[in-house]
């Protein structure tokens, strides 16, 4: 078992566990965090996690963790590796069951001052129209040849069939599609997942938020994202919905006789993998981007749908109704990039589970007006409590394989949230403190309760201090919608 | 994992299914056999709270009954194998495993 006394400091927000912590790891693990945070890090298994993550074969370089890590299946969730092509492998527990789980920002002019009696009448507006909770389905109905267009072209298929913009799309990682999705290797059972939920949230932590800007750091960089101290924003939470729980679903049990035939030794059985240049792993490969497109179509319908509401709700009652996209991001992904490992270029496919890329200024794959700052990063808080929005750094694609934290990170499970907190007076406290509520069940409000997470501006800290990010503004809830 | 779901279901409208589901190992076939009861609850909004299992080695014949789901309060993402164990006991087979909710 690995204990925090096996962490070598080395450096404020910096932590090592060497590879003689255990036989079987092939690198190192790099761990960002403050000292604070090492208590409640320790009291879970993902150290455990990265760890056995280190030992997966063609891990290249260090496994790192995030500072708002937790324990996830197999892989710690803020966790990242990268494995090199071609005989690294790639492994559907280490990007997470909801692929492409992601967040999106829209930013406005209007101000929370000229609105502030409207917001009621906003949550319940994006509650209406953008459906959410456990299973259900929308209002699209995508036959077979749509959804494998979904699954090709992502936002770029979303805009064409009249949700939003080219800027939307342009302002969307990966311009919102990965090539190389390979539709013929998706499962029935996962296309029949996904017809119906093409434009819904889901439920579990998946929300929609209007957030204030709060505190702006960074005035180059708010004024190039659109963001003014006291406007509202709109932040999304989802992910590829059923058809990408399905798509994980099917190569799990497909690579649990991979790892037989190529004679894979794992820790855990949820880190089944197969060789990146087999052809399991390209199958995989394949479903994984084209459940990724499905994410990115399903995040840009929602964003149409969210931008109507807010401007249909507060048409007339101020000046600019409009919404215009800050970026869209990905949290469970595996990307193929390359990075200077060892001193060489390698091409890598970088693992992103519940951690975001987070590329520096100057990277040719951000719309042109990003490139001189950096990519945006989004990092939404637990329920109630600040997001965030910072760039990548130089630093970050030296140290993290361009890469961040992704939000605020649980600490205590869903179980324990519910015993603890009671949904309704969850609520009501919000609602106390300005922060109007729409959820679709009150056990499942407790469940994402701030207090069953770390507190998001000391994993802010932990970045910033650690210099893989740079802060840009600090966002503040006024109404959530929770699925 | 109907009770993990929250499931409601109704009495109405109830149904039988069987299944037959083959594995490798134990540990598979139980992770197959919910993730098939996860697939069903998904696409066809059925829920089940009746069973008769009978297995053989890693071979199981299973003869549902349940009904349609009126309400479920959680999702249920997928069946992992992660810390899965299956033992042993006096009353027959018991198990821990983790759904990705």
Redo the contacts between chains.
Sequence with gaps: MVQLRDLQRLGPYEWKIPTSVRSDMRVPVRLFASGEMLEAIGRDASLEQAVNAATLPGVVGEVLVMPDVHQGYGFPIGGVAATEYPKGVISPGAIGYDINCGVRLLASRVELEEVKGLMDELASALDAACPSGVGKGGRLRLDEHELERACREGGEWARREGFGTQSDVARTEEGGFLDGSDFSKVSPRARERGRPQMGTLGAGNHFIEVEVVDEVFDEEAARVMGLSEGCLTVMIHCGSRGFGHQVCTDYVRRFQKAVQKYGIRLPDRELVCAPLDSPEGQAYEGAMRAAANYAFANRQVLAHLAREAFAEALRGRAKNVHLHQVYDIAHNMGKTEEHDIGGARRKVCVHRKGATRAFGPGFEGLPPEYRPIGQPVLVPGSMGTASWVLVGTEKSMARSFGSCCHGAGRTMSRRQAKRSIHGGELRRELEERGIKVRAGSMPGLAEEAPQAYKDVDAVVEAVAGAGIAKKVVRLRPVAVVKG | MFEL??AEVSEESRCHRQLEIGA?DR??LL??FL?ELL?I???E?LAFDGYMLRLVDTNLQARLEGGLIIS????I????????EIKESKRGLKTSI?F??
Excluded: C, N, P, W
Excluded at chain 2, 72 to 75: G, L, P
């Design positions: 779901m929250g490798d540990e598979q992770v197959s993730e697939f609850a998904d696409s909004e479920r309060s959680k999702e993402k997928a069946v992992t194998y992660h810390y899965l983790i990705d909710v």
